[in-house]
């Protein structure tokens, strides 16, 4: 690797020009293309294959008119009016037009424009709020994209004071979720690029050198994103993929470029200021550190892969493209640049200081005195930290997200309040008929006594089904109803009797209103009686239960059923990596017991702020008692690989003063004086990028930043600064301990 490296550098010294200018170029052409990512991320990819709500969703979406999956329903509100008044009905009258002027919309009907038996379920009993029903004439992907345009434009048309128009739904939500994390980025950076720019001023002392990981981490970020534009033309990326990219992009950029720039600085003055020996030094040891690192980071994240939720591969894949390109833009574009710049790269010093001999930190010497004891203590602390990870809970994103001044947030929430509180987010119950049609009075009475039985299950507000619409007692007269549909029904009627009977009349669907909000613990319950006590026993009947809540229940149960796996083929990459790089058992052993620390301490950490709400006020987020359900897997793979990280740079200085004669005392502390000004900086650099999203992105965002701070700060305190020194200081010669290693 080392030698390989060598002649990497000998290359991008030669032809620095050339690679600097290739650098630009594609730095120039990925602006161009990364723009149009934006509008191609998606909300969708939540589901699990050939689960039970996937196929419920498939039924609802493809077999019945007008459930469509980029279908809308309108909120309209007013805390005085009703909807019998004149103003109330002008305002329904606006908005229909309105909606009808734009391209994408196909159909509206609203309470206005229905007739007297249908209008009723359109408006709550209070009449101070009607929902209404928007066909659009796009697929859902497309529809996230324009929905929050209309929106903005249908608030701006509505002059009448006091009343609240919004368009709720999948593409609705999903929507407002790209714009709001748009915006949190903007907001992230405002914050992060400031206090980022004075930390590497400070740590690099060097206006120059300061520069040079933001450039780094610039080309990188863009070409990830122009990478991830053409992947989005064959593979569906979330949302949230931009949000992490970037964050890993702006804080592993820097992370290398720091370990990079410092291990020249200490080479240029080793060497004699010969410019050629000290670049080529530092490719062969801080470069093969980055290498592992960056091979780290990937193959954690690509542990991600087996998991069968498209969205959070997705972001994994982000992840893995941001840091391969960081790889090759760091061990091509830094020699070349250093080879050109030579010492001016540490020119214009902003914090001049003068050469003195470094000192060993004095806490390292008092951990060094005692091992044993900070060893335990240390320990305890982070076991203390993981108690309240065993109470976590993870939930699918919903509503809840969303700020409470958002157009979506309160249509869901006057639907809500009006018509029940889970009536935006219904459960599915989808039963497709064993043979022939529903025109049976055996089929009929099958499907009248299921609604009975659901309507009966606890914490059930209401059920509707096509029973809703025909309340008849006798199953003759709704048989040949449904046969005449043509001759007995208006418009209107076939209109409702669509949303619950499929086109071809073979499958039926009801929706299942709960008393709670999707993501409760009382809605969850009812999806699980439903699937136990209804569906094991319906053998003929071919019967599915989908729906908000019963996709997040598959969906958390599948990322947690792959936690395991993934933490192990993790686990196992790490052991592998750490083994080949130290030619040791220990060290990989020992570094796997502090991440699992770490990872139970920063779990801990975040049920404290956003399952407790400790602090939670601080991040200006409400009480929402989950974390989101990709966060834990994710977090995982990401903390391990980071910590990783810091193990291979400042084991790697130990390893260098071991091998050239130092006792293994000497060479701890060595390694340590070297290499922890770097880690802290560094760590401080991260914590700084990660902390910035916790204050400013979506919630999700926000609990991955958080916990990757957190994590940061853990192990550039408590690991690298007690725990490693104890255990080095304690195993001894052990540490290099391995069965097959020559002396």
Known sequence: MKNLLEYV???????????????????????????????????????????????????????????????????????????????????????????????????????????????????????????????????????????????????????????????????????????LSQEGLENAHLYALPIILMILIVVFRSAVSAMIPLFLSS????????????????????????????????????????????????ELQTSGENLHEAINQTMRDSGSSIVYSGLTIIGTMAALLFVEIAAVRSIAIGIIVVVTLLLLVGLTLLPALLSLLGKRVFALAIFPSKRTKRKSFSIVRQVMKRPVVYLISATIVLLVLSIPALDLKVATPDAQLLPENSDVRKGIVNIDHSFGEGYTSPIHVVMEVPKETVRSSENLEYIKQTE??????????????????????????????????????????????????????????????????????????????????????????????????????????????????????????????????????????????????????????????????????LFGIEDFSYIQNFVPILLLGLLFSLSTDYEVFLLSRVQEAYHSGKSNRDSVEIGIMKSAPIISGAAVIMIAVFGSFAFAGVLPMQQLGLGMAVAILIDATLIRLLIVPATMTWLGKWNWWFPFKRR
């Open 219 to 266: 080309i990188s970020i863009v070409g990830t994103l122009t990478v991830l534009t053409f992947i989005s033309l064959n593979m569906e990326m979330s949302v949230f993929v931009l949000d992490a990219a970037l964050m890993l992009g702006i804080g592993v950029g820097i992370d290398f470029t720091l370990i990079f720039l410092k291990r020249f600085q200490e």
């Open 452 to 617: 009975q039985w659901l309507s009966n299950v606890e914490h059930v507000e209401s059920v509707q089904s096509i029973f809703s619409l025909f309340s008849v007692d006798d199953n003759e007269v709704l048989i040949q109803t449904l046969e005449e549909t043509s001759e007995l029904l208006t418009s209107d009627q076939q209109l409702m009797l669509d949303r619950y009977l499929s086109v071809d009349q073979t499958v039926v669907v009801f929706d299942v209103i709960s008393k709670y909000s999707a993501s409760s613990k009382e809605t969850r319950e009812i999806v699980d009686g439903i699937r136990e006590e209804f569906v094991s026993q319906s053998s003929e009947w071919n019967v599915y239960v989908g729906g908000e809540t019963a996709e997040g229940m598959d969906t958390s149960a599948s990322l947690n059923d792959r936690l395991v796996p993934v933490l192990c083929l993790t686990l196992a990459f790490l052991f592998i990596i750490l083994t080949v790089t130290f030619q040791s058992l220990v060290i990989p052993i020992k570094a796997i017991a502090m991440n699992l620390l770490s990872l139970g301490a920063t779990y801990g950490i975040l049920v404290m702020v956003f399952q407790w709400g400790w602090g939670s006020n």
């Open 9 to 179: 550098s000998n290359v991008m010294m030669k032809w620095n020009w050339v690679i600097i200018g290739f650098w630009i170029v594609t730095l120039i052409f990925g602006i161009f293309y990364s723009s149009e990512l934006q509008d191609r991320l998606t909300g969708g990819g939540w589901s699990v294959p050939g689960s039970d709500s996937e196929e419920a969703y498939h039924y609802v979406t493809e077999s019945f008119e007008t459930r469509d999956a980029s279908s809308l329903t309108i909120s309209i509100h007013h805390d005085d009016w009703v909807v019998e008044d004149d103003t109330y009905r002008q305002v329904l009258e606006q908005t229909t037009t309105a909606l009808l002027e734009e391209p994408i919309v196909e159909q509206v009907y609203t309470w206005n424009h229905l007739e007297e038996g249908v209008r009723e379920s359109f408006v709550a009993e209070n009449g101070h709020t009607s929902i209404g029903i928007v066909e659009l004439n796009i697929d859902e992907g497309f529809a996230q994209k324009y929905v929050p345009h209309i929106q903005e434009r249908l608030t701006a048309i509505i002059d009448e004071e006091g009343f609240d128009v919004a368009l709720v739904g999948t593409p609705a939500f999903w929507g407002e979720m790209n714009e």
